[in-house]
């Protein structure tokens, strides 16, 4: 035999006989936990034990010990101990978050690493699913199930983590291939990306909220997918201080019979639309909806209800059209500068248009489309501008035709100079928000 080949199989012998030793040591503290109650020597050899440089002979020693730290320390309560568990079974073994999932009592923290962690997972307890930043801990999958799956009634936080996913092949399966997936359940999702991994034939779905479900998504950055944000039928929810950029599809999308706010948010790069609803009810206020393919805004083709206030919508095909009979209230907007017009809709259509600044539309401000008995109204609005005030529509004698005379709207200050408007209150009732917003799409989106 080779000096070379000796070494290597008396250095695997080494290891065997170092595993074989931490295994008996776990054995020994495994009873003096269990047999002898004595819980404070074992604890003593388990993190000895866990301290250990993992080899794949002794892999099986330490996570034996650190599960029975982590039990250990979720009796107790002890969320430092809980949370170094996690860190060390996750970068030291083989274990996954699922098996973290089926371990945790109800109301606990799942601590998750930096690092690329693979695999999907279903929560069937309350949990929090923390991330030690949403930069470096990463969870992604590859796979026709959901990454994270809400089947039933449970509340679910997931915090401070980037989510990536895609399909692993073409055939339709049920649940669907997506991010997050909640059913019947309450979910927050805050300080989070959520980031396509493919095309979007092969990452349709972000965030897919259906059945009965409060779902709220706080301060994350969507990244592609068809449809980032999702609200199904009769589903509930929030979305503020998002960034949602370059979706397939649709920005935000809700269905009938559900309701959702939807506040302080950018949405930016849609192939289609910024947001749009079906029959839904949305209340949309202080948001940026800027350079989208087709329609900043999309009411139908089901009745939408609610309103959309103190919103600026900036360079998309269109402004807002409304479809079916919708009757959202649009009051106190910027809508300027977009491809066709600021606002169109149907005669049968009953939106109330008043005290906004619909400027620089190339083909019209307003547009009215499809004969029959007019049910929308429109109050007092400034139209500037556009390239004809109105098609097939005649705007209210009191319509304001100055020049809103904006203080700096390349930088997206949408506060009014001229008195006479400012007078009327047209316009952005808190610009500074908008000027906010923008600042933050020159720093994330551009």
Not at 147 to 173: A, G, M, N, Y
Not at 249 to 259: I, V
Not at 418 to 425: D, L, T, W
């Amino acid at each position: 035999m080779k000096a070379g080949t000796t070494l290597i199989a008396l250095l695997a012998v080494a290891r065997l006989c170092v595993a074989n030793e931490l295994q008996q040591q776990y054995e020994k503290a495994y009873y003096l936990e269990t047999a002898k109650g004595q819980v404070k020597p074992a604890v003593a050899i388990y993190n000895e034990i866990s301290d250990a440089e993992p080899t794949d002979e002794n892999k099986a020693a330490i996570k034996q010990s650190l599960l029975r730290l982590l039990h250990i320390g979720t009796v107790r309560k002890h969320d430092a101990t809980i949370k170094d568990c996690h860190e060390k079974l996750l970068s030291k073994t083989d274990c996954t978050i699922q098996e973290l999932i089926d371990a945790a009592r109800p109301g606990t923290t799942i601590y998750i690493p930096a690092g690329n962690h693979e695999g999907h997972m279903v929560i069937h307890k309350a949990l929090t699913l923390k991330g030690a930043d949403r930069e470096t801990a990463i969870l992604e999958v590859t796979s026709d199930q959901p990454l994270i799956h809400v089947p039933k009634k449970q509340k679910l936080t997931i915090e401070s983590l980037t989510l990536k996913s895609q399909l692993e092949t073409s055939e339709r399966t049920d649940p669907p291939g997506c991010a997050v997936l909640a059913k019947d359940s309450t979910v927050i999702v805050r300080d989070c990306s959520v980031v396509a991994l493919g095309s979007i034939k092969r990452s349709p779905l972000g965030i897919y909220i259906q059945g009965f479900s409060n779902v709220q998504l706080l301060d994350c950055r969507f990244e592609g997918y068809a449809y980032p944000i999702f609200y199904g039928e009769g589903t509930e929810g929030l979305v503020k201080d998002c960034v949602v950029r370059n979706p397939g599809d649709c920005g935000f999308m809700s269905h009938a019979d559900s309701e959702v706010t939807i506040e302080g948010n950018i949405f930016t790069g849609s192939a289609k639309h910024g947001v749009r609803s079906t029959g839904g009810t949305i209340h949309l206020k202080n948001n940026l909806i800027i350079k989208n393919r087709n329609r900043g805004v999309y009411l139908g083709n089901k009745t939408t209800h609610g309103e959309i206030i103190n919103t600026a919508i900036v360079g998309n095909g269109s402004g807002i059209s409304a479809f079916a009979s919708s009757d959202v209230e649009i009051e106190n907007n910027v809508i300027i500068g977009n491809g066709y017009s600021g606002i169109d809709t149907r005669y049968y259509g009953q939106i109330q248009v008043k005290n906004n600044i619909v400027a620089n539309n190339q083909k019209t401000g307003f547009a009215v489309f499809e004969e029959g008995s007019t049910k929308f109204k429109v109050g007092d609005n400034t139209f500037h501008g556009n390239g004809e005030p109105s098609t097939d529509y005649d705007l209210p004698s009191s319509t304001i035709a100055e020049n809103p005379k904006f203080a700096d709207p390349d930088s997206g200050n949408f506060k009014t100079g001229n008195s006479e408007i400012m007078k009327a209150e047209h316009g952005l009732t808190n610009p500074e928000v908008i000027a906010n917003l923008w600042k933050k799409y020159e720093e994330t989106c551009k």
